[in-house]
């Protein structure tokens, strides 16, 4: 089993900065699991964001969405079992509610059926 615990949303003004983190927990999680954020915005079906996942020796993969390339960056940090989204230059469109997900394989993050998800943070984005 693993736990995803979401943190650090929050009202923000349009061309601010939010950094939003996931603590995973549980005996199902490793470094080498794959981890990715989704969001779901009012009448809309739930998207996916970016995705984290290591690959060969040591290195690490990342994917962005379209729509956040460039200004959205995610990282994870092993030695506390916890990945982040740092969102940059944020507009009124990225408003939704931010969902950590998390499992064994990274093509199952990428298309949204992973097997672990957490409850979700708020991301108010004011124009």
């Known amino acids: 089993q693993v736990q995803l615990v979401e943190s650090g949303g929050g009202l923000v003004q349009a061309g601010g900065s939010l950094r939003l983190s996931c603590a995973a927990s549980?005996?199902?999680?490793?470094?080498?699991?794959?981890l990715g954020w989704f969001r779901q915005a009012p009448g809309k079906e739930r998207e996916f964001v970016a995705a984290?996942?290591?690959?060969?020796?040591?290195?690490?993969?990342?994917d962005y969405a379209d729509s956040v390339k460039g200004r959205f960056t995610i990282s994870r940090d092993n030695t506390k079992n916890t990945v982040y989204l740092q969102m940059n230059s944020l507009k009124p469109e990225d408003t939704a509610v931010y969902y950590c997900?998390?499992?064994?394989?990274?093509?199952?993050?990428?298309?949204?059926?992973?097997?672990?998800w957490g409850q979700g943070t708020q991301v108010t984005v004011s124009s």
């Open positions: 997900a998390a499992d064994n394989s990274a093509p199952r993050i990428r298309t949204g059926s992973a097997a672990y």
């Open positions: 549980g005996r199902g999680f490793s470094s080498r699991s794959a």
């Open positions: 984290i996942s290591w690959v060969g020796h040591n290195a690490y993969y990342a």
